[in-house]
């Protein structure tokens, strides 16, 4: 099957910096989202990115499909901005990567 | 609030015993999904997909596990003869799939933390 990995596993930042999450995917697929999981366990859909760039405030992605990978950025990050973030992808059913803990501190 | 919604969002049950969890999904969305996400991982795709067709039951099983939708409204996941090993948390996440097009985004519950003593 489909292989998800994403990088780096762990970030700590400080309020203010900017931010690059990735995530490579092993074959082709049909879709790809993006996903924060806050601190309570609620799993936030983010962006729905098979291709091309997406912008939503101080969130951005980027995905390549011919080159398997997707990016996510953050700017500006603020402390509500720590959870995990997920990518996760569909061939025949959804797969999802371990995700990025990312950790904003104030 | 036309989110998914799961219940109960907690359960603590004994070893042995049979739990059922509930899932509303976004009333226009035609597919629905459950997943297991356990401490430190990504949410797990189990095969408890269920039918897009609104008018059929759907049923599967796998194992001890095995969910329904009646009518394609509510969906129930039930787990049976429970195991320390099901302790996780069960998000069932919903989308809309217009036939003949791409898989739509996923939009998921706040889930149900399960507990196994």
């Known amino acids: 099957g489909i292989q998800v990995e994403q990088s780096p596993p762990d970030l700590i930042l400080q309020e203010g910096a900017n931010s690059t999450l990735r995530c490579n995917f092993s074959d082709s697929v049909n879709n790809l989202q993006w996903f924060h999981q806050n601190p309570w366990g609620q799993l936030i859909n983010l962006f729905y990115?098979?291709?091309g760039t997406k912008q939503n405030g101080r969130l951005s992605a980027t995905t390549v499909a011919t080159e398997r990978y997707s990016l996510l950025y953050i700017s500006s990050s603020q402390t509500t901005d720590s959870g995990v973030y997920f990518c996760?992808?569909?061939?025949?059913?959804?797969?999802f990567g371990k995700g990025t803990r990312l950790h904003i501190l104030p | 609030d036309t989110g998914v919604s799961q219940n109960p969002r907690h359960k603590i049950t004994k070893r042995g015993q049979n739990v059922t969890f509930r899932c509303d999904p976004i009333s226009e969305h035609n597919r629905l999904y459950w997943y297991r996400q356990t401490l430190g991982q990504g949410p797990e795709f189990r095969p408890y997909?269920?039918?897009?067709?609104?008018?059929?039951t759907s049923r599967l099983h796998s194992d001890r596990f095995s969910a329904e939708r009646p009518k394609g409204s509510f969906s129930t996941l039930e787990i049976q003869r429970t195991e320390q090993g099901d302790s996780a948390m069960y998000l069932c996440?919903?989308?809309?799939?217009?036939?003949?097009?791409?898989?739509?985004?996923?939009?998921f519950g706040d889930g149900t933390r399960l507990s196994i003593l």
């Open positions: 996440a919903s989308s809309l799939s217009p036939r003949g097009t791409v898989e739509q985004p996923q939009h």
């Open positions: 990115i098979p291709s």
């Open positions: 997909v269920q039918n897009e067709a609104p008018l059929e």
């Open positions: 996760a992808v569909e061939d025949d059913k959804i797969i």
